[in-house]
């Protein structure tokens, strides 16, 4: 089953226990039908019973089962809230989940690699993979996809493709639409638009 991150708690608010949450989405209604959530911090998950969830001024506040004081809400600061994707607040037109960008295969279709290191490579008629998504990172102006480059793509010189170690090299790709094209999440493909953003 696919799990997702909701929300995270940010700190406490009133004498009984309640937590200040950050809606990752920035919607609040669809916690009103969580029960049953995980909270996860530190790489360690607690199963935890939502109690009571209430909006005010913008902000969400949830109240967990046998949480009953500031200082037992404190302890939850910084945790995830972790729930399937029944629960997750539904994607809008051209609204992705992080996990299901994630390990999707970048690829290029069309062109050629001119202007890659001022060199001249292969020309793409054919749909190229040239790395993978391992995760969306929030960044100053927008999300960046961080990539790991193929290791076989002919398009790319090796020394774009690795590092002076020899391993696959990262980089982050702007997730705008003048460097990304066609998303498709169910196929796991997501459209790069240049090559020479992975320089």
Request: with cysteine.
């Amino acid at each position: 089953m696919e799990h997702f991150v909701v929300g995270i708690i940010r700190g406490t608010h009133g004498l009984a226990g309640n937590c200040k949450v950050e809606s990752t989405s920035g919607e609040f209604q669809h916690f009103s039908g969580m029960k049953d959530v995980v909270l996860r911090k530190n790489g360690v998950e607690t199963k935890r019973t939502i109690e009571k969830v209430s909006f005010g001024g913008g902000i969400l506040y949830i109240k967990f089962s046998g949480i009953n004081s500031p200082e037992e809400a404190k302890k939850l600061s910084g945790s995830e809230i972790v729930v399937s994707r029944e629960f997750a607040c539904p994607c809008g037109k051209d609204e992705y989940y992080v996990e299901d960008l994630k390990q999707c295969q970048l690829v290029y279709t069309g062109g050629s690699a001119k202007g890659l290191a001022g060199k001249t490579a292969a020309t793409a008629a054919e749909p190229v993979v040239v790395g993978t998504i391992t995760d969306v990172l929030e960044g100053g102006a927008g999300d960046l996809f961080e990539v790991v480059l193929s290791e076989s793509c002919s398009l790319l010189s090796q020394e774009l493709r690795t590092t002076s170690s020899g391993k696959p090299r990262k980089v982050l790709v702007p997730f705008k639409k003048e460097f990304i094209g066609t998303v498709d999440t169910k196929n796991k493909r997501v459209q790069l638009m240049h090559l020479w953003i992975l320089e």
